[in-house]
């Protein structure tokens, strides 16, 4: 009878396991299909993980990050740069990164990978819904306020997963758009803006009937708002 215990307590150890990794392998996979999907004039042939991989390297390298671990990261976020820290990084990231760069410049990269392809993959599967919902949760607040403000990157990095380089990384990836957006504010006259629409989805300024594809979707924006046909 206890061997039998034993054996169920393992089973369901790897059941959520399993579905763990199925989630953060789903969400690279759509992260990726959508980047070739919509490349914008950038090489469609790469890992928008992986370069966020370079990213996280150059803030160990650089002496920002000390590890991979979660206090390192909660640390990072606490991290105070002023206008002329934020500028040499950013500019920096431009030479040495420059793909990461132009991917993250296009504003709709933050709603693909935190909107789109999250609530894709979460509701994909009743038991990925059960364990990644709050993970959702907190992704949508980034849309309520049009930015993934420091509060929002405590919160998530509370229910991130360390171990796991996707789950790192789209922390990691977050915390480089704080630095962005607070650096495109902070610039002189900054034409920057992100309005909010009474949706999660921030309304973003593009151009009437500008498309994009994702996995048979169609994604248009009129008068500035997010229309999903699927």
């Known amino acids: 009878m206890k061997k039998i215990f034993i054996l169920c307590i393992i089973l369901i150890i790897i059941s959520c396991n399993s579905n763990r990794i199925d989630y953060y392998e789903d969400m690279e996979k759509c992260i990726n299909q959508s980047h070739k999907e919509n490349s914008l004039y950038l090489d469609e042939n790469v890992s928008i993980i992986d370069s966020i991989s370079l990213f996280e390297n150059y803030l160990i390298q650089t ?130 803006k992100i309005q909010l629409d009474s949706t999660m989805f921030g309304s973003l300024s593009l151009p009437n009937g500008t498309g994009l594809q994702l996995d048979g979707m169609d994604i248009q924006f009129v008068t500035n708002r997010i229309i999903i046909n699927s």
């Open 63 to 192: 002496n920002r990050l000390e590890n991979r671990e979660k206090r390192s990261y909660q640390l990072l976020i606490d991290l105070e740069l002023d206008s002329k820290e934020l500028n040499s990084i950013i500019n920096d990231i431009k030479i040495k990164l420059l793909f990461f760069y132009r991917y993250n410049e296009n504003s709709m990269s933050k709603v693909l990978i935190y909107n789109i392809c999250a609530s894709k993959v979460i509701n994909s599967d009743p038991k990925v819904f059960k364990e990644f919902y709050p993970i959702l949760k907190i992704y949508e607040k980034i849309f309520e306020e049009g930015t993934a403000t420091k509060l929002i990157l405590k919160e998530l990095s509370l229910k991130t997963d360390y171990n796991d380089k996707v789950s790192r990384l789209l922390l990691c990836n977050l915390i480089y758009l704080h630095w962005y957006e607070k650096y495109l504010m902070e610039k002189p006259n900054s034409p920057y």
